[in-house]
């Protein structure tokens, strides 16, 4: 496996696994006052006073159907943890929309040159990823 840290947070990648090719070894912290207003967690997704937090333990598959860059990967991890509160919590307080902006301002914030490609990326292609799923 290869290891990294972040100033957004840690992850860690394991080659083995595509379902979980990616574990948060420490938290991701996002900050936007776009987010103010909203306290919510669900599962390893918390959002309170303007901070989207991935904790530790979140596994993921990376960047979905695009390169897992360096500099892409954070903003990666933390859209894929929006996302999944957005399939699996019918009473999500934020939108889609949200949480692709939540993309491209981390993805700026890293120095990803290529932040504006994967945020319209995911606005075309992204909702079959967001839309909540009934569970039986």
């Known amino acids: ?68 860059f360096d500099d892409a990967i954070t903003g990666c991890i933390t859209h894929d943890a929006l996302y999944k509160a957005l399939r699996e919590d ?12 939540a993309l491209l301002r981390i993805m700026q914030k890293d120095g990803c040159k290529l932040a504006w490609v994967y945020y319209i990326t995911v606005r075309v292609a992204g909702r079959k990823h967001a839309k909540y799923v009934k569970k039986n």
């Open 1 to 68: 496996y290869r290891s990294t840290q972040h100033e957004h947070g840690g992850w860690q990648l394991f080659q083995s696994s595509r379902a979980m090719k990616y574990i948060t070894t420490d938290k991701i912290i996002y900050h936007s006052p776009k987010w103010r207003g909203i306290e919510y967690t669900w599962g390893d997704l918390t959002i309170t006073n303007c901070y989207v937090i991935v904790n530790e333990g979140f596994g993921c598959d990376g960047c979905t159907c695009s390169p897992d």
């Open 90 to 101: 019918p009473n999500c307080p934020f939108t889609r929309k949200m949480a692709d902006k």
